[in-house]
Nanobody, 124 residues
Framework: QVQLVESGGGLVQAGGSLRLSCAAS????????VGWFRQVLGKEREFVAG????????LYADSVKGRFTVSRDNAKNTVYLQMNSLKPEDTAVYFC?????????????????WGQGIQVTVSS
């Protein structure tokens, strides 16, 4: 299996930007599809963005499309989530998740490997 660690979160003002990183260790990350999810207090986990292995495909939730960009650097075993034009509604704990499967999947239970999550807070 792989171990995933998120970084890059924090507090930002509305309209600002953050870049989250999901760093993997343990196995070849290039052969894992990676999804980003977020969860707010009292709400269900929400798919945000995903990228298939070999960087063949990306997918975004409607709420973030045009503002967020997911990418990967397989040489660094890292997947990124660039978040621009942040809104207070983006405030959540963000998780990266991975699965050794070439297809994208928006259902969180499909992913077997998860990071511990990182807080993103957007102030108005």
């Amino acid at each position: 299996q792989v171990q995933l660690v998120e970084s890059g979160g924090g507090l930002v003002q509305a309209g600002g930007s953050l870049r989250l990183s999901c760093a993997a260790s343990g196995r070849t990350f290039s052969r894992y599809t990676v999804g980003w999810f977020r969860q707010v207090l009292g709400k269900e986990r929400e798919f945000v963005a995903g990228i298939s292995w070999s960087d063949t495909r990306t997918l975004y939730a409607d709420s973030v499309k045009g503002r967020f960009t997911v990418s990967r650097d397989n040489a660094k075993n890292t997947v990124y989530l660039q978040m621009n034009s942040l809104k207070p509604e983006d405030t959540a704990v963000y998780f990266c998740a991975a699965e050794p499967h070439p297809a994208l999947q928006v259902v969180g239970t499909w992913y077997n490997y998860w990071g511990q999550g990182i807080q993103v807070t957007v102030s108005s």
